[in-house]
């Protein structure tokens, strides 16, 4: 539900209906696989079953000689550059420490070879033909065995760049500080600190990785791929494949989910190679199994918080060190480590003392990237666990202590500007900040008053609630670009062209939507094309939040110029001045009330006087990433026989500036709580002591279904960004930083013991309260 | 071996290999690719369709096990170009996000309202348990069904007064 419906608007802050609803619920063929060419070849990769070892020989000739076999690739027949496959803006702050394929495996699931055939059958059987010799070498399989003096070391090419320091598999250090924390510390009445574990987690987008490549008509490679980073995924396949960028066309259709799995380029230049070798269609489309062993997953963090405040309550000094599991490859590493203290630090801006510090690691086990929340989920466990700790110390109630602390509108932190998305940040004032009502509507929702602190059995179980507040950001400032092109047609309707990826989050639809907001058309006059890179105008893609605040703004800076344009196309055809002139129900409309309609417009603008296509480009490079603001409540029963957690329910208020399609807006924050929620109790990659996935499957790996939800309720507070698109900024991730520490809350408040590793199983609500009777 | 079956009300006779999956069948061969593979272990659901009215996952079920049978798939649901209003109470309540698991939830909805036309919010997540999303945590998709039931239910009011 909606806080206060806004009214300021025509198009936006409506629920628009979904532009690709139609088709989707009608199954029409619109994603990747659901489109059939002639002669298309099958791929499949053979993957490591080691999880370090050198190959010594491998011998590919019995799967080339099995009939229906077109090719087989290893690292003796393919291009040999170092890249990183983590799609970011360029140049990428992840190192080049990836091949298509190396002599050398580094996980298992890295790849060794892969075989395109007539029929996956064939290719499977071809896999099961390829004769591998290894030297198996000594794993590293967590991050104590990876920092450990005299580690093997996993990064040991020359030819690798932009690792920290190869030699001690350190992927990126991270250390910045703000004030002088050991004298913040020194001057603080009361210290406290928190240190948590998280788990391997994945994605589990319901579509799989997929791409399916094939030569036009022109021989030019297109790749019509489940991507979140089209035009990241044209550079950087032709940097791999040594392909001139326009030989290159990356299509992005719908596609099944994303959560940052698919913001990396993991198997177009498989599919492409098989392509530009046979000249034939390739189709790779990973299996549950690949996604979960051989894709990517949340990086898995050691966080420890320290924080000292004053005996009146105000935060003083706070340090802040992660540890981060990258995996085999280096892909996100500093960025994820940097976004733990640079999403979470500056919500406590009134700690003058702040010292963030930390290092990404390498191990041989599955390959983190980027995840919903990104680094910023991981930080809040330890900080707002720490928070509650605190101020129990004091005896605040943690609400109070929450709003003492907390940044406000008009403020701003000294973190901004010294960390950004792994190099330094932009400083920037806080200019809409909601979190103060979010809170007092969640505290009310939740009954904090009359539930905290008393501890109801029923049975075995008592019930507890908890709370955190959070922020994100909406973009990367100064690094994100998003342009938007528009132009009109003769009967008043617009095309918009964006590169913004649409991945099922709906911002095709908001797009449009603020296309017919500025334009003063229905949204069915907006004909959205995106997400195509030989049609649409460059987009960094959907990651950061980005999508509604910077391709937002590129979509309401190309429909303003257009309105311009249609302005004085029609001051002509009226004989009035254009500042005079108005557009509603689409016409253009004088003081006077004569009035021409928009398609008459366009047809004097395209046939008769001047002719002209009315059309515009325009680009947003954001100057700050205003942070929305989250405040998440939960009631939970503990069950003290079995140490089951049930949550009883949920309630987020959260501070998205405008929400240009609440309904949306809410669909986005009950998907991250949802997978949260699954993070936080459940969830988890179980892996074997010689580095194997154990649960691989969605039997054994559990997201939760819809019998799993509890009862929860999201509210849209009020808010206006005016930095932001009609007063917009983001609202896709930072539901997922919420489960975790507010459920470890709603813990101790029920039975006392602060749970330090996620996943929160019954195993270990146990042990907690074993060791604390 | 050859089958003889009827999907979305059409007959339909073909040649298959005997270890086909009646998944491929429908989206190799028929062409309906509406129907989706998310696991291919009988897990998320994607790959649900009716068989003999029956919600079935058909990725686990292979083609020669349905010789003589109905299957219905989510291409079958709607007639022409108007939306079942199980679709449009889908579109309407924000139910759909990236749509990839959704043909499945509408199948399993469709199976669902069929043997109880006005369910409760238990009855609606026991029933759509085997299929899962990753984009709606559910809340969407529950007011859906509920609002597809009403729909239904009107529609069937309209029909009865029309007599």
């Given at each position: 539900?909606?806080?206060?419906?806004?009214?300021r608007?025509?198009?936006?802050?409506?629920?628009?209906?979904?532009?690709?609803?139609?088709?989707?619920?009608?199954?029409?063929?619109?994603f990747?696989?659901?489109?059939?060419?002639?002669?298309t070849?099958?791929?499949?990769?053979?993957?490591?079953?080691?999880?370090?070892?050198?190959?010594?020989?491998i011998?590919?000739?019995?799967?080339e000689?099995?009939?229906?076999?077109?090719?087989?690739?290893?690292?003796?027949?393919?291009?040999?550059?170092?890249?990183t496959?983590?799609?970011?803006?360029?140049?990428?702050?992840s190192?080049?420490?990836?091949?298509?394929?190396?002599?050398?495996v580094?996980?298992?699931?890295?790849?060794?070879?892969?075989?395109?055939?007539?029929?996956?059958?064939?290719?499977?059987?071809?896999?099961?033909a390829?004769?591998?010799?290894?030297e198996?070498?000594?794993?590293?399989?967590?991050?104590?065995?990876?920092?450990?003096?005299?580690?093997?070391?996993?990064?040991e090419?020359?030819?690798?760049?932009?690792?920290?320091?190869?030699?001690?598999?350190?992927?990126?250090?991270?250390?910045?500080?703000?004030?002088?924390?050991?004298?913040?510390?020194?001057?603080?009445?009361?210290?406290?600190?928190?240190?948590?574990?998280?788990?391997?987690?994945?994605?589990?987008?319901?579509?799989?990785?997929?791409?399916?490549?094939?030569?036009?008509?022109?021989?030019?490679l297109?790749?019509?791929?489940?991507?979140?980073?089209?035009?990241?995924?044209?550079?950087?396949?032709?940097y791999?494949?040594?392909l001139?960028?326009?030989?290159?066309r990356?299509?992005?259709?719908?596609?099944?989910?994303?959560?940052?799995?698919?913001?990396?380029?993991?198997?177009e230049?498989?599919?492409?190679?098989?392509?530009?070798?046979?000249?034939?269609?390739?189709l790779?489309?990973?299996?549950?199994?690949?996604?979960?062993?051989?894709?990517?997953v949340?990086?898995?963090?050691?966080?420890?918080?320290?924080?000292?405040?004053?005996?009146?309550?105000?935060?003083?000094a706070i340090?802040?060190?992660?540890?981060?599991?990258?995996?085999?490859?280096?892909?996100?590493?500093?960025?994820?480590?940097?976004?733990?203290?640079?999403?979470?630090?500056?919500l406590?801006?009134?700690?003058?003392?702040?010292?963030?510090?930390?290092?990404?690691?390498?191990?041989?086990?599955?390959?983190?990237?980027?995840?919903?929340?990104?680094?910023?989920?991981?930080?809040?466990?330890?900080?707002?666990?720490?928070?509650?700790?605190?101020?129990?110390?004091?005896?605040?109630?943690?609400?109070?202590?929450?709003?003492?602390?907390?940044i406000?509108?008009g403020?701003?932190?000294p973190?901004?500007?010294?960390?950004?998305?792994g190099?330094?940040?932009?400083?920037?004032?806080?200019?809409?900040?909601?979190?103060?009502?979010?809170i007092?509507?969640?505290?009310?929702?939740?009954?904090?008053?009359?539930?905290?602190?008393?501890?109801?059995?029923e049975?075995?179980?008592?019930h507890?609630?908890?709370?955190?507040i959070?922020?994100?950001?909406?973009?990367?400032?100064?690094?994100?670009?998003?342009?938007?092109?528009?132009?009109m047609?003769?009967?008043?309707?617009?095309?918009?062209?964006?590169?913004?990826?649409?991945?099922?989050?709906?911002?095709?639809?908001?797009?449009?939507?603020?296309?017919?907001?500025?334009?003063?058309?229905?949204?069915?006059?907006?004909?959205?094309?995106?997400?195509?890179?030989?049609?649409?105008?460059?987009?960094?893609?959907?990651?950061?939040?980005?999508?509604?605040?910077v391709?937002?703004?590129?979509?309401?800076?190309?429909?303003?110029?257009v309105?311009?344009?249609?302005?004085?196309?029609?001051?002509?055809?009226l004989?009035?001045?254009?500042?005079?002139?108005?557009i509603?129900?689409?016409?253009?409309?004088?003081p006077?009330?004569?009035?021409?309609?928009?398609?008459?417009?366009?047809?004097?603008?395209?046939?008769?006087?001047?002719?002209?296509?009315?059309g515009?480009t325009?680009?947003?490079?954001?100057?700050?990433?205003?942070?929305?603001?989250?405040?998440?409540?939960?009631?939970?029963?503990?069950?003290?026989?079995?140490?089951v957690?049930?949550?009883l329910?949920?309630?987020?208020?959260?501070?998205?500036?405008?929400?240009?399609?609440?309904?949306?807006?809410?669909?986005q924050?009950?998907?991250?709580?949802?997978?949260?929620?699954?993070?936080?109790?459940?969830?988890?990659?179980?892996?074997?002591?010689?580095?194997?996935?154990?649960?691989?499957?969605?039997?054994?790996?559990?997201?939760?279904?819809?019998?799993?939800?509890?009862?929860?309720?999201v509210?849209?507070?009020?808010?206006?960004?005016?930095?932001?698109p009609?007063?917009?900024?983001?609202?896709?991730?930072?539901?997922?930083?919420?489960?975790?520490?507010?459920?470890?809350?709603?813990?101790?408040?029920?039975?006392?013991?602060?749970?330090?590793?996620?996943p929160?199983?019954?195993?270990?609500?146990?042990a907690?309260?074993?060791?604390?009777? | 071996?050859?089958?003889r079956?009827?999907?979305?009300g059409?007959?339909?006779?073909r040649?298959?290999?005997?270890?086909?999956?009646?998944?491929?069948?429908l989206?190799d061969?028929?062409?309906?690719?509406?129907?989706?593979?998310?696991?291919?272990?009988?897990?998320?659901?994607?790959?649900?369709?009716?068989?003999?009215?029956?919600?079935?996952?058909?990725?686990?079920?292979?083609?020669?096990?349905v010789?003589?049978?109905?299957?219905?798939t989510?291409?079958?649901?709607?007639?022409?170009?108007?939306?079942?209003?199980?679709?449009?109470?889908?579109?309407?309540?924000?139910?759909?996000?990236?749509?990839?698991?959704?043909?499945?939830?509408?199948?399993?909805?469709y199976?669902?309202?069929?043997?109880?036309?006005?369910?409760?919010?238990?009855?609606?997540?026991?029933?759509?348990?085997?299929?899962?999303?990753?984009?709606?945590?559910?809340v969407k998709?529950?007011?859906?069904?509920?609002?597809?039931?009403?729909?239904?239910?009107?529609?069937?009011g309209?029909s009865?007064?029309?007599?």
């Amino acid at each position: 539900m909606k806080d206060v419906q806004n009214t300021r608007f025509t198009a936006v802050g409506k629920n628009a209906r979904k532009i690709d609803g139609y088709g989707l619920v009608t199954g029409k063929p619109m994603f990747v696989t659901d489109i059939d060419l002639p002669r298309t070849l099958h791929v499949k990769i053979l993957p490591s079953p080691h999880a370090h070892a050198r190959i010594l020989e491998i011998d590919t000739s019995k799967a080339e000689a099995i009939a229906g076999v077109a090719c087989v690739l290893t690292h003796k027949n393919t291009p040999s550059r170092r890249y990183t496959t983590a799609g970011q803006g360029y140049p990428e702050p992840s190192p080049y420490d990836s091949r298509m394929f190396d002599d050398k495996v580094r996980f298992v699931g890295d790849r060794v070879a892969a075989v395109a055939a007539e029929t996956e059958a064939i290719a499977l059987e071809a896999l099961k033909a390829i004769a591998v010799r290894y030297e198996v070498l000594p794993p590293v399989l967590s991050i104590d065995e990876a920092l450990c003096p005299g580690a093997p070391v996993i990064h040991e090419e020359e030819d690798a760049t932009g690792i920290y320091d190869a030699s001690r598999n350190i992927v990126a250090d991270v250390d910045i500080d703000a004030g002088d924390v050991v004298r913040g510390f020194a001057e603080s009445d009361v210290i406290v600190e928190m240190t948590c574990e998280t788990q391997y987690a994945q994605h589990t987008p319901i579509e799989p990785h997929v791409v399916l490549s094939y030569l036009d008509e022109n021989r030019r490679l297109v790749l019509r791929s489940s991507t979140q980073v089209p035009f990241h995924v044209r550079r950087i396949i032709a940097y791999v494949l040594d392909l001139p960028i326009h030989q290159i066309r990356v299509i992005k259709p719908r596609i099944g989910g994303g959560f940052g799995a698919k913001q990396e380029v993991l198997i177009e230049d498989l599919a492409g190679l098989v392509t530009l070798r046979t000249g034939r269609p390739a189709l790779l489309e990973l299996t549950r199994h690949e996604e979960f062993v051989s894709s990517r997953v949340r990086h898995p963090m050691r966080v420890r918080v320290k924080l000292g405040a004053k005996n009146d309550g105000t935060l003083h000094a706070i340090e802040m060190e992660a540890i981060s599991n990258t995996g085999a490859y280096g892909s996100h590493g500093l960025t994820v480590l940097s976004n733990t203290g640079s999403k979470t630090l500056p919500l406590y801006n009134k700690a003058e003392n702040v010292h963030f510090f930390g290092k990404a690691v390498y191990t041989n086990l599955p390959v983190a990237g980027a995840y919903r929340g990104y680094g910023a989920t991981q930080g809040y466990f330890p900080l707002e666990m720490a928070i509650d700790e605190l101020a129990e110390r004091l005896n605040i109630d943690p609400l109070e202590l929450r709003r003492k602390n907390h940044i406000r509108c008009g403020e701003t932190s000294p973190i901004f500007e010294k960390l950004g998305e792994g190099r330094e940040g932009v400083a920037f004032t806080v200019k809409s900040c909601e979190l103060p009502r979010a809170i007092e509507i969640g505290a009310e929702k939740i009954g904090w008053v009359e539930k905290r602190g008393k501890r109801t059995r029923e049975g075995a179980w008592v019930h507890g609630i908890g709370m955190s507040i959070h922020m994100q950001g909406s973009g990367i400032p100064r690094i994100d670009m998003a342009a938007a092109t528009i132009k009109m047609n003769e009967d008043g309707s617009f095309n918009l062209l964006v590169g913004a990826t649409d991945l099922g989050t709906g911002s095709d639809t908001i797009l449009g939507q603020i296309t017919a907001e500025v334009l003063g058309v229905p949204s069915e006059k907006v004909l959205v094309i995106s997400s195509d890179t030989d049609i649409t105008p460059f987009d960094t893609g959907a990651y950061a939040s980005s999508t509604t605040y910077v391709s937002g703004t590129a979509v309401e800076r190309a429909a303003k110029e257009v309105r311009e344009q249609v302005l004085s196309v029609a001051a002509k055809m009226l004989g009035a001045e254009q500042a005079n002139l108005t557009i509603s129900d689409e016409r253009v409309v004088a003081p006077e009330g004569e009035n021409v309609t928009l398609a008459e417009v366009c047809q004097y603008a395209m046939y008769q006087v001047d002719q002209f296509q009315i059309g515009a480009t325009s680009s947003c490079v954001p100057e700050e990433s205003p942070p929305p603001f989250m405040a998440s409540f939960a009631e939970v029963a503990v069950d003290t026989e079995t140490g089951v957690i049930k949550v009883l329910k949920y309630i987020v208020a959260i501070d998205c500036g405008t929400a240009l399609n609440p309904q949306m807006a809410e669909g986005q924050v009950e998907g991250s709580i949802a997978n949260g929620i699954g993070y936080a109790l459940t969830e988890e990659m179980r892996i074997s002591s010689k580095g194997r996935v154990r649960n691989p499957t969605l039997f054994d790996y559990k997201i939760l279904g819809s019998l799993d939800m509890p009862p929860f309720e999201v509210i849209l507070v009020d808010s206006y960004e005016p930095t932001g698109p009609m007063g917009a900024k983001s609202v896709a991730e930072i539901g997922i930083n919420g489960p975790i520490p507010t459920i470890a809350n709603a813990v101790y408040d029920a039975v006392g013991v602060r749970l330090t590793k996620t996943p929160f199983t019954p195993e270990k609500v146990l042990a907690a309260l074993r060791d604390r009777s | 071996m050859q089958i003889r079956i009827i999907v979305n009300g059409r007959p339909v006779e073909r040649e298959i290999e005997a270890d086909m999956r009646l998944l491929d069948l429908l989206r190799d061969g028929l062409h309906l690719t509406g129907t989706k593979e998310g696991c291919g272990e009988g897990e998320c659901g994607a790959c649900t369709v009716l068989l003999d009215g029956q919600a079935v996952n058909s990725c686990l079920i292979l083609a020669a096990q349905v010789d003589g049978k109905e299957i219905l798939t989510v291409e079958g649901i709607s007639k022409g170009n108007t939306l079942h209003p199980i679709q449009q109470a889908f579109v309407e309540e924000g139910a759909v996000q990236c749509g990839f698991c959704t043909p499945g939830f509408i199948v399993s909805t469709y199976a669902l309202l069929k043997s109880n036309p006005a369910p409760s919010d238990q009855e609606i997540t026991s029933a759509l348990t085997g299929n899962l999303c990753r984009c709606t945590g559910y809340v969407k998709i529950v007011d859906a069904v509920h609002h597809a039931a009403k729909l239904m239910h009107q529609k069937e009011g309209r029909s009865r007064r029309a007599l």
